[in-house]
Each structure stands twice: as C-alpha cells, then as structure tokens.
C-alpha cells in the first residue's frame, strides 16, 4: 500500500502571502497517481489535481502550481496570493496504477488563511 | 464532470437503531464504490471497498456485520451502521471509479453523510 506524509499539520498565513503544502509518499509501485484534494469546512472533497508518475513536469492551474520531484518522492503544492476561501484541509494521496483505486489519505494539512 | 450524490446529508438517531446511507452515482456507472469515514480533525479513513454483484471488502479493524455494505446495482451502494452507537457517530464519505476504459484512476467523491448517534 501507498503511504503519504503531509508534516505540516497546520499552517496560518496572512491573506495574499504564499504558502506551499507540503507531501512525501512512499510506494513500491513503478506506475503510480498522485493527487491533492481540498476539503472546505463543509466536508466536501474537491478534487484538485492528478498526476501520472511518468509525468515529472510542473504544473501550474491559476494560483495553484505543483512541483513533483520524483527523486525525492514529493508532490508539493503552492498556493500563490492566498486568499480567505483557501482556508481547508488539503490531502496529498497516492494511488497505485495496478491496483484497487482505493485512497489511503495522509493526514492533511490544514490551511487558515487570515484576512 | 461526473456527480457522486449521497442521501441523507445528516441524519441523528438513537442509539441501537440502524442507519442507512446511499450513494448514488448520477451520470456514469461505477462496478466499484468505495466507503470513507473521517472523525473530526482527522483525515480519510478507508472502510471498505463496494464491488456491485458481490460481497464488500473490509479494511482491517472494521467490522463487517456492524457496516453492511450493499451494492445492487452500477449506480448505488448503500451503507448500513447496525446498531449504531455514539462512537459510529462520524462523517461517511464514499467515492466511486466510471467504469469507462481510461478513467479508472479518477474518483468522484459524494458530499458526505454526517451521522449523529446520541
């Protein structure tokens, strides 16, 4: 099974600044998803994006963007000029390619931006 | 994109009495659903996979008889919490994989089911 590791259980930041999520996973599969999910205060998870192992190159969506460093196995996400409604809990999750589709989620990071 | 419903949204009963949650998937079907529980400030936690047309796999430490799992159908799985007590009382999220070719990796996720047991 895959493992993630989101260490930054909680992080404050000031609206407008930058703030980057961070996530390590671990997994013996050779084809591999990487995602990032947002989850509001209303419990609803958003799906932000999925990433191919093959697929090394950064991504920019807006004020996301995402590094995936594959030889340090990391995923991280930037928010750029944060904003209030970013404020949620952000899940980095593994998914390997050759098997079930479970989720075996991380603990999440929790994003407060402050206005 | 594809819409995973969930019904009830919030439901409160009484201790021992059981609970059933449906998921729906609107626009697509789904031979595969899966079921999450999340407790406050705590992340995802996977229960048990839903397979249509047959038996449920559980994750360990959950208990089967307690969360019937029932997928009849390539659009709807219900859970059922037997028995429910106040520790069951958790926020159920399922999620379900399009059975289209190419797009096994993308999960839908319901808005989840909040369950109160007092």
Known sequence: ?115 | GAVVSQHPSRVICKSGTSVKIECRSLDFQATTMFWYRQFPKQSLMLMATSNEGSKATYEQGVEKDKFLINHASLTLSTLTVTSAHPEDSSFYICSANPQVAGAQETQYFGPGTRLLVL
Request: glycine share 6%; net charge negative.
């Open chain 1, 1 to 115: 099974a895959q493992k993630v590791t989101q260490a930054q259980t909680e992080i404050s930041v000031v609206e407008k600044e930058d703030v980057t999520l961070d996530c390590v996973y671990e997994t013996r599969d050779t084809t591999y998803y990487l995602f990032w999910y947002k989850q509001p205060p209303s419990g609803e998870l958003v799906f932000l994006i999925r990433r191919n192992s093959f697929d090394e190159q950064n991504e920019i969506s807006g004020r996301y963007s995402w590094n995936f460093q594959k030889s340090t196995s990391s995923f991280n996400f930037t928010i750029t000029a944060s904003q209030v409604v970013d404020s949620a809990v952000y899940f980095c999750a593994p998914l390997a390619g050759n098997t079930g589709n479970q989720f075996y989620f991380g603990t999440g990071t929790s994003l407060t931006v402050i206005p």
